[in-house]
């Protein structure tokens, strides 16, 4: 199974003697990137340095390998957000009791409090109570909404989101039609992400959508799938 280090100013996921750079901060730090280190503690973002720091003691202090994948996502996210030159849009697919959620406010609200951040469940109840708490404890917020609408069928704009992350925390009954709908949702540069979390099924169709993807795999039952939207096979 796969692991996650910060060593040498990288966030590397490793496997079977391969690795993989997530996040190479060395141009952060030297200045030489998009969004230098500089810009992020003298221009009012120094939240955003502060996020990068917390990634890092999070990645060296964390040992449950149920955490790992969304200490991932984290990284994988903050890589984007690091690129992109202004606010961002995310869809979280399937948004449960908002324990994923927290994590993509705070670090949406950290680098760009205008960007956006929708979290869409199936309906309202007791979960909704839970994501609310969770929500609560965040000081910095993105622009929050919370959807309650039939998965695989959101209703939501067509090729709007730079990112949608799918929950596979949640139990969906109809995975081919939630990632059917994933996929129409995001941008046609954007990127679709899923946490497969127990869930074989889900992932099993996650790549017959994506022959081109990335895997990231922590345990038997934890794996995280990317892939662009525009590589989507259409059936």
């Given at each position: 199974?796969g692991?996650?280090t910060?060593?040498?100013c990288?966030?590397?996921?490793?496997?079977?003697?391969?690795?993989?750079?997530?996040?190479?901060?060395?141009?952060?730090?030297?200045?030489?990137?998009?969004?230098?280190?500089?810009?992020?503690?003298?221009?009012g973002?120094l939240?955003a340095?502060e996020?990068l720091?917390?990634?890092?003691?999070?990645?060296?202090?964390?040992?449950?390998e149920?955490a790992l994948?969304?200490?991932?996502?984290?990284v994988?996210?903050?890589?984007?957000?690091?690129?992109?030159?202004?606010?961002?849009?995310?869809?979280?697919?399937?948004?449960?009791?908002?324990?994923?959620s927290?994590?993509?406010?705070?670090?949406?609200g950290?680098?760009?409090?205008?960007?956006?951040?929708?979290?869409?469940?199936?309906?309202?109840?007791?979960?909704?109570?839970?994501?609310?708490?969770?929500?609560?404890?965040?000081?910095?917020?993105?622009?929050?909404?919370?959807?309650?609408?039939?998965?695989?069928?959101?209703?939501?704009?067509?090729r709007?989101f730079?990112?949608?992350?799918?929950?596979?925390?949640?139990?969906?009954?109809?995975?081919?039609?939630?990632?059917?709908?994933?996929?129409?949702?995001a941008?046609?540069?954007?990127?679709?992400?899923?946490?497969?979390?127990d869930?074989?099924?889900?992932?099993?169709?996650?790549?017959?959508?994506?022959?081109?993807?990335?895997?990231?795999?922590?345990?038997?039952?934890?794996?995280?799938?990317?892939?662009?939207?525009?590589?989507?096979?259409?059936?």
């Amino acid at each position: 199974m796969g692991s996650l280090t910060f060593t040498d100013c990288k966030f590397i996921y490793s496997r079977q003697g391969e690795e993989r750079i997530l996040l190479d901060l060395k141009d952060l730090l030297s200045g030489n990137g998009e969004m230098p280190w500089q810009c992020l503690t003298e221009c009012g973002n120094l939240a955003a340095a502060e996020a990068l720091l917390g990634l890092i003691g999070k990645i060296k202090q964390e040992k449950e390998e149920t955490a790992l994948p969304v200490i991932a996502i984290d990284v994988l996210l903050t890589a984007y957000l690091l690129r992109a030159s202004g606010p961002c849009r995310i869809l979280e697919y399937g948004c449960g009791d908002g324990g994923l959620s927290s994590h993509l406010a705070e670090l949406l609200g950290c680098f760009h409090e205008e960007s956006s951040l929708v979290c869409a469940y199936h309906t309202l109840d007791g979960a909704s109570m839970a994501w609310m708490e969770q929500m609560a404890g965040i000081e910095r917020l993105p622009r929050l909404s919370y959807l309650a609408g039939d998965y695989g069928c959101l209703q939501l704009r067509e090729r709007y989101f730079d990112i949608v992350i799918v929950n596979g925390a949640v139990n969906y009954e109809e995975p081919y039609e939630v990632l059917a709908d994933a996929s129409e949702l995001a941008a046609e540069d954007g990127i679709i992400l899923c946490h497969a979390d127990d869930s074989p099924l889900l992932e099993s169709i996650f790549k017959l959508f994506f022959e081109e993807r990335e895997e990231y795999d922590f345990s038997p039952y934890q794996k995280i799938l990317t892939a662009k939207a525009a590589d989507r096979i259409r059936r």
